[in-house]
């Protein structure tokens, strides 16, 4: 989805998902089926129709639902609307390289750290012993 230009602003929540689903690449039926699983795929995709539409009061989204759906399509437009409907910036995704290398890098630092600890205590009880 690297062309998909993220919009500046969205109608509702329900618009949010809307848009991470049509931009996913994947069918309404799959990410129902990952809704609701267990169901059959037509009445996954009946529920998950249903639940997208604000009008209906049958089925609601739940927390988990909404995880998914972010799961399964891109959370970024149901993050920037969270974000916009309640005044915060908008975030920046993590490159997952960058992300990778600093995380290495840190495990590094702490693996020296260590080392060095360990080479500390290993000279205190040297010199302990020779006293």
Same mark, same amino acid.
């Given at each position: 989805m690297p062309?998909?230009?993220?919009?500046?602003?969205?109608?509702?929540?329900?618009?949010?998902?809307?848009?991470?689903?049509?931009?996913?690449?994947?069918?309404?039926?799959e990410?129902?089926?990952?809704?609701?699983?267990?169901?059959?795929?037509?009445?996954?995709?009946?529920?998950?129709?249903?639940?997208?539409?604000?009008?209906?009061?049958?089925?609601?989204?739940?927390?988990?639902?909404?995880?998914?759906?972010?799961?399964?399509?891109?959370?970024?437009?149901?993050?920037?609307?969270?974000?916009?409907?309640?005044?915060?910036? &908008?975030?920046?995704?993590? @490159?997952?390289? *960058?992300? $990778? /290398?600093?995380?290495? %890098?840190?495990?590094?630092?702490?693996?020296?750290?260590? &080392?060095?600890?360990?080479? @500390?205590?290993? *000279?205190? $009880? /040297?010199i302990?012993? %020779?006293?």
């Amino acid at each position: 989805m690297p062309d998909y230009q993220v919009p500046l602003f969205y109608d509702d929540a329900y618009d949010a998902l809307e848009r991470a689903i049509a931009a996913s690449g994947k069918t309404k039926k799959e990410i129902a089926a990952a809704c609701y699983p267990g169901r059959s795929i037509e009445t996954a995709k009946s529920l998950l129709s249903r639940a997208l539409s604000p009008e209906n009061n049958d089925v609601h989204l739940c927390i988990c639902t909404i995880l998914t759906i972010m799961r399964e399509t891109r959370p970024d437009d149901f993050i920037h609307y969270l974000c916009d409907e309640f005044g915060f910036e &908008r975030p920046i995704r993590k @490159e997952r390289k *960058q992300f $990778e /290398k600093t995380v290495k %890098e840190g495990m590094k630092a702490i693996q020296d750290q260590f &080392r060095s600890l360990a080479r @500390e205590i290993s *000279q205190m $009880e /040297k010199i302990s012993h %020779e006293k």
